[in-house]
């Protein structure tokens, strides 16, 4: 791991391996690049892999108030910059990572290859959940991160990875509870405010991988049929008896379809 400055913030990536191609893996909310252990391990061998954690997450550096995803895409810009990462990447994001995803393909479409969609949406917040998330943002600074761990992890895994890994979730717990609370209200505050991507989507014009755990209970299945029956070039993978937390949940199905993606 090491400490990388983008100007106005240092952001801490793990950035293993050497040749083939780059792989970019940002992770979901609220958690860091460990989510991607089990793909840096894998991949590393052949490619070079990036794995940061964002601004206000992890060891990385905080800004209070608001980070949106348009920021969030710029910084990772930035950080291939400075690590000196001049051909086109895959872009691999989950969730949160996948909202930062669309406006990394909107900003800085030249230093895509493809992009590696998972467990995310395009539909912004309805304004319920938008209340509800900037109502989240104050009580994570008053009350600690605690909160937003007990009311995320359920919703995270499936069923029988909570029974079969419970370890890795209590991993993943750990990391919920570890994170800055101004982290998470920035993020927060930054997600009820993202637009809405699905009206722009058919416009998506690189190689594009759409994964989704078989019961994500956040970005289910049904939903994320439809960004791939809209992007022209999008390929399908559904991760059998996985949660939200696909590439982590069933890493043998995902890392095989992530490695046959990077070869076509
Ligand atoms: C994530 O995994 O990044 C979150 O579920 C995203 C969200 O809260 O919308």
């Known amino acids: 791991m090491k400490m990388v400055s983008i100007g106005d913030i240092n952001l801490n990536v793990l950035d293993r391996g050497s040749g083939g191609i780059p792989i970019l893996f940002v992770h979901g909310f609220p958690l860091d690049h460990t989510m991607w252990r089990r793909q840096s391990d894998y991949f590393s061998d052949h490619e070079r892999v990036i794995v940061p954690d964002l601004r206000g997450f992890g060891k990385s550096g905080v800004t209070k108030g608001t980070v949106t995803m348009e920021q969030h895409a710029d910084d990772l810009a930035k950080l291939l910059d400075a690590l000196h990462v001049d051909e086109p990447i895959i872009y691999c994001g989950l969730s949160m990572g996948g ?92 997600m009820a405010m993202r637009e809405n991507f699905i009206e722009q989507i058919e416009q998506i014009d690189v190689p594009t991988l759409i994964v989704v755990g078989e019961h994500d209970a956040i970005a289910p299945p049904e939903e994320m049929q439809t960004i791939a029956d809209a992007i022209p070039e999008a390929v399908w993978l559904q991760v059998p008896g996985a949660g939200h937390m696909a590439p982590l949940e069933n890493p043998t199905v995902f890392n095989d379809g992530l490695a046959e993606f990077i070869t076509m």
């Open 99 to 190: 909202y930062i995803g669309w406006q990394f393909w909107k900003q800085h479409r030249e230093r895509l290859r493809g992009l590696v969609q998972c467990d995310t949406r395009a539909l912004p917040d309805t304004k319920e959940a938008a209340a509800n998330r900037l109502q989240q943002a104050e009580r994570v600074v008053v009350e600690g991160s605690g909160f937003v761990a007990d009311a995320m992890l359920p919703r995270l895994f499936a069923a029988e990875t909570i029974a079969e890994q419970p370890e890795m979730v209590a991993a993943m717990e750990r990391i919920m509870r570890a994170t800055p609370s101004e982290g998470i209200a920035a993020a927060a505050r930054g």
